[in-house]
């Protein structure tokens, strides 16, 4: 009798193993066309009318979920706000996640329109194009879909919105109070956040925060991040002759200002790519059971290396992960005069450099430029944030421009936090996988806001693939990830803490 009951009791869980899994696959599958009818409502970042229409779809998805909803505005662009009804009884989470996209160049993508999704599968080193209609009877996770905010970030809404069919149809009490904020300028640095944060306060609060946002660690393994750098921008402009001169005439004569900005730049690090500027790195300490936490992560340096085909990294940090705990002096952009078949035998006007640099909890963005702008002085340059006048022009040797971007800050939570031990530990037992645990990812996400305003911890849980291109032509998702997120969502809206 007991070896009856015994066969029975794993016979009704290899049934309802294999029922979850058909329940997951055909969510899977309902996720891919949901996805396919969200990208293709073009959602550029500069573009208003875009944003308003992607605004009505969200609407409509979440409340036929059962979700109350509201557009909140902003000194930019509405956010998007929804809320299961509360219980006042329940812990709140908080999700943040974005609807916006980069824009896109479309003579760079392998397809005719970046928001028409494109099936397809890989094919030695490229990729092949396949059909929707073969998808029907099986679902091969390895595929992969293309399209302008497929992984960064609509993916993940997707796979939250069915995740929460799932929960529905499976009739599972949620043990929290749910509650969406879904930013609309993300891509053009979410300027307008921090207030519109200030004034819903109240609408906003909550337990704790999950990003979903950025792709999970290179292994694929579930991934927990605990904080993410900020970011700042300068741009620097250097002056040559009024208008560019013949190089035969005047080379040797006319001062170059690809050159002034060229020495400048090349100053500022020295041949290991460490910042020089005095007090760049102030305040920045890392004790052995911080170091321990960094090299837990299962990175591989020569894997990296050979994906970017470089032979040796900066020495900013002796790894990948140390690296990332100090703010960077990154060169985004660089230009002067023409290239290419466009060159020209001429002394530049100008010269620009785009800078923008990463910052991490000890570094104020505002403190950083001002030790760059002083540091710059000390070159010998007269400092204007506008083009110079003649009088200025020939009063001064150097003359440079200076303009500066705004500050998004940079966050990190406590790996301690009983709220990020909750999310390890569900992502584990679920995947049966241990959780990369990452102190700070080198991105950014404008969540120091929340943090500031609301006095909650934050994490990011990131669904997606590692090679998903975001930002970049020929974007794309893994269906293998649309999975894992609503599994991660399902688990994580399931769980009791």
Same mark, same amino acid.
């Not at 902003?74 to 916006?100: C, N, Q, R, V, W």
């Not at 001002?370 to 340059?381: M, P």
């Given at each position: 009798m007991?070896?009856?009951?015994?066969?029975?009791?794993?016979?009704y869980g290899?049934?309802t193993?294999?029922?979850?899994?058909?329940?997951?696959?055909?969510?899977?599958?309902?996720?891919?066309?949901?996805?396919?009818?969200f990208?293709?409502?073009?959602?550029?970042?500069?573009?208003h009318a875009?944003?308003?229409?992607n605004?009505?779809?969200?609407?409509?998805?979440?409340?036929?979920?059962?979700?109350?909803?509201?557009?909140?505005?902003?000194?930019?662009?509405?956010?998007?706000?929804a809320?299961?009804?509360?219980?006042?009884?329940?812990?709140?989470?908080?999700?943040?996640?974005?609807f916006?996209?980069?824009?896109?160049?479309?003579s760079?993508?392998?397809?005719?329109?970046?928001?028409?999704?494109?099936?397809?599968s890989?094919?030695?080193?490229?990729?092949?194009?396949e059909?929707?209609?073969?998808?029907?009877?099986?679902?091969?996770?390895d595929?992969?879909?293309?399209?302008?905010?497929?992984?960064?970030?609509?993916?993940?809404?997707?796979?939250?919105?069915?995740?929460i069919?799932?929960?529905?149809?499976?009739?599972v %009490? =949620?043990?929290f109070?749910? !509650? &969406?904020?879904?930013?609309?300028? /993300?891509?053009?640095?979410?300027?307008? *956040?921090?207030?519109?944060v200030?004034?819903?306060?109240?609408?906003?609060e909550?337990?704790?925060?999950?990003?979903?946002?950025?792709?999970?660690?290179?292994?694929?393994?579930?991934?927990?991040?605990?904080?993410?750098?900020?970011i700042?921008?300068l741009?620097?402009?250097?002056?040559?002759?009024?208008?560019?001169?013949h190089?035969?005439h005047?080379g040797?004569?006319?001062?170059?200002?690809?050159?002034?900005?060229?020495?400048l730049?090349?100053?500022?690090?020295?041949?290991?790519g460490?910042?020089?500027?005095?007090?760049?790195?102030?305040?920045i300490?890392?004790?052995?059971?911080?170091?321990?936490?960094?090299?837990?992560?299962?990175?591989?340096?020569?894997?990296?290396n050979?994906?970017? %085909? =470089?032979?040796?990294?900066? !020495? &900013?940090?002796?790894?990948?992960? /140390?690296?990332?705990?100090?703010?960077? *002096?990154?060169?985004?952009?660089?230009?002067?005069?023409?290239?290419?078949?466009?060159?020209?035998?001429?002394?530049?006007?100008?010269?620009?450099?785009?800078?923008?640099?990463?910052?991490?909890?000890?570094?104020?963005g505002t403190?950083l430029?001002?030790?760059?702008?002083?540091?710059?002085?000390?070159?010998?340059?007269?400092?204007?944030?506008?083009?110079p006048t003649k009088?200025?022009?020939?009063?001064?040797?150097?003359?440079?421009t200076v303009?500066?971007?705004?500050?998004?800050?940079?966050?990190?939570?406590?790996?301690?936090?009983?709220?990020?031990?909750?999310?390890?530990?569900?992502l584990?037992e679920?995947?049966?996988?241990?959780?990369v645990?990452?102190?700070?990812?080198?991105?950014?996400?404008?969540?120091?806001?929340?943090?500031n305003?609301?006095?909650?911890?934050?994490?990011?849980?990131?669904?997606?693939n590692?090679?998903?291109?975001?930002?970049s032509?020929?974007e794309n998702?893994?269906?293998?990830?649309?999975?894992?997120?609503?599994?991660?969502?399902?688990?994580i809206?399931?769980?009791s803490?």
């Amino acid at each position: 009798m007991k070896k009856s009951s015994f066969l029975i009791f794993i016979l009704y869980g290899i049934f309802t193993y294999a029922q979850d899994s058909l329940h997951l696959k055909s969510q899977v599958r309902h996720s891919i066309d949901e996805l396919r009818e969200f990208v293709a409502i073009p959602n550029d970042a500069l573009d208003h009318a875009d944003i308003n229409r992607n605004l009505t779809w969200l609407t409509t998805k979440f409340n036929d979920r059962g979700f109350n909803t509201s557009i909140l505005p902003t000194d930019g662009e509405s956010l998007f706000f929804a809320a299961l009804p509360m219980e006042d009884s329940k812990p709140t989470i908080l999700f943040y996640m974005h609807f916006d996209g980069q824009s896109v160049d479309i003579s760079k993508w392998d397809q005719a329109n970046p928001y028409e999704v494109v099936l397809k599968s890989k094919d030695g080193d490229g990729w092949k194009t396949e059909s929707f209609d073969d998808l029907n009877e099986d679902i091969n996770y390895d595929w992969r879909l293309f399209g302008r905010s497929t992984s960064d970030d609509k993916g993940p809404i997707v796979m939250f919105l069915n995740a929460i069919d799932l929960l529905q149809k499976n009739k599972v %009490e =949620i043990p929290f109070n749910i !509650k &969406v904020i879904l930013d609309s300028e /993300e891509e053009k640095s979410s300027a307008p *956040l921090p207030k519109a944060v200030k004034d819903y306060r109240e609408l906003l609060e909550a337990d704790f925060l999950v990003i979903n946002d950025g792709p999970v660690h290179n292994s694929e393994k579930p991934t927990v991040v605990y904080g993410c750098r900020g970011i700042t921008t300068l741009s620097l402009t250097t002056y040559g002759p009024i208008r560019p001169q013949h190089s035969g005439h005047y080379g040797n004569y006319a001062p170059n200002p690809g050159f002034q900005l060229a020495q400048l730049l090349a100053s500022m690090k020295d041949s290991e790519g460490r910042v020089l500027i005095k007090g760049y790195y102030d305040g920045i300490t890392l004790d052995e059971a911080t170091m321990k936490i960094l090299k837990s992560v299962p990175d591989d340096e020569k894997t990296i290396n050979a994906n970017l %085909e =470089i032979k040796t990294p900066e !020495k &900013v940090g002796s790894f990948y992960q /140390e690296s990332l705990q100090y703010p960077s *002096l990154n060169i985004r952009g660089l230009g002067s005069g023409w290239i290419g078949e466009q060159a020209r035998t001429i002394v530049p006007a100008t010269a620009t450099a785009e800078i923008d640099m990463r910052l991490v909890p000890e570094s104020d963005g505002t403190r950083l430029k001002s030790l760059v702008k002083k540091y710059i002085e000390k070159q010998g340059f007269y400092i204007t944030d506008s083009v110079p006048t003649k009088e200025e022009r020939m009063n001064h040797d150097k003359i440079i421009t200076v303009l500066e971007g705004t500050v998004t800050d940079a966050f990190r939570t406590d790996l301690n936090n009983t709220y990020g031990n909750f999310l390890v530990k569900t992502l584990k037992e679920t995947f049966a996988e241990e959780v990369v645990q990452i102190r700070i990812m080198g991105g950014t996400v404008p969540i120091a806001p929340f943090i500031n305003e609301l006095k909650i911890p934050a994490f990011i849980v990131p669904m997606v693939n590692p090679d998903n291109n975001q930002h970049s032509p020929n974007e794309n998702l893994k269906i293998g990830h649309i999975a894992y997120g609503i599994r991660a969502f399902y688990a994580i809206l399931s769980s009791s803490q």
